[in-house]
């Protein structure tokens, strides 16, 4: 993905999470709020398919510095479960 694609996913997820927030402070859960939070998580998966490259790189150049004390895999798996 591009840098523009990125800025464009990272924009449309919080635009979509702030519609969300706004929608459940007014207390309103209806089938289009359903659909928006299926859509934000939809766009949720996409960023952590996009940086989690990036996070076991940066895991693998931590663990190069800290051996054995901790696992590559602990250092990946909060990098890659990431919600909101």
Not at 6 to 32: D, H, P, T
Not at 39 to 44: D, Q, S, V, Y
Not at 54 to 75: F, I, N
Request: no cysteine; aromatic share 8%.
């Amino acid at each position: 993905m591009t840098d523009r694609t990125v800025g464009r996913l990272w924009a449309r997820y919080l635009n979509v999470r702030g519609e969300l927030l706004q929608s459940a402070s007014e207390g309103e859960k209806s089938e289009e709020w359903l659909e928006m939070e299926r859509e934000a998580g939809r766009l949720r998966d996409r960023l952590v398919t996009n940086y989690s490259p990036l996070v076991k790189y940066v895991a693998s150049r931590v663990g190069a510095r800290v051996p054995g004390l901790v696992e590559q895999e602990d250092m990946i798996s909060p990098g890659v479960s990431w919600t909101y």
